[in-house]
């Protein structure tokens, strides 16, 4: 059992010390992750801007041709007026010279509306690229930044962590459940040895003959107090990060 609460021990200091390293990043990884999909944001913006414009050209072009191509059949109706042998005749060729007319009304209209949106589009593809100059200077500082921190921290912290894969091993699963249980609840700090006959989590005095209980390194007590795992001196002097 000794052994046992030795390795909760262990795997206390290593997860404090893991604590602090990651402390050292602090939100930087969330923060370029967030920098990141930002920029994936806007990157497909500008994309969506320039189909939109080059669309909104072939549209302009394609409609353009059609008008031209409209007034020549006008032309041609209203010379063939002239050359009709009745009424009929002429009506049809009006009709056709009314639907050709409203046809290119539309497509002015519309012709207008896409340089509207051209104009919109451009302005929205400038803020746009703005935005993206400005989050790819910033992305590239914050990326300086935690590889500098990574660079310093990482041998350590990979080191660590082997430790606690070696400390787990040796841990019960029903006590590694309590320990990230009380470890998640209380501030990362689930395992607190005695210390001047207190609990070195909470500080609360620890009855005497609880003490000589928990100095036999037989079984596991819990804190009255904080609900921490209370380990002796001696366990906490003999274990060695």
Known sequence: MKHKLQ???LL???DTELDELRELRGDLPEAVNSMEERLRFVEQRIE???T???KGAV???TKEKESLELIAKIEKYRAQQLEVHNNKEYDALTREMEVAENTIATFEAEIEAYAEQSTQLKDSKVQFEKDRDELIKELEEKREELREILASTGQEESDLAVRREGALKEIDEDYFQMYTRIRGAKNGKAVAPIRRGSCSGCYNIVP???ILEIKKNDRLFICEHCGRILVSEEIALETKR
């Open 208 to 210: 005497p003959q609880r």
């Open 12 to 14: 206390q200091l290593l």
């Open 52 to 54: 939109a414009l080059k």
């Open 59 to 61: 549209d302009r072009s």
């Open 7 to 9: 390795s909760l021990y």
């Open 48 to 50: 969506e801007c320039d």
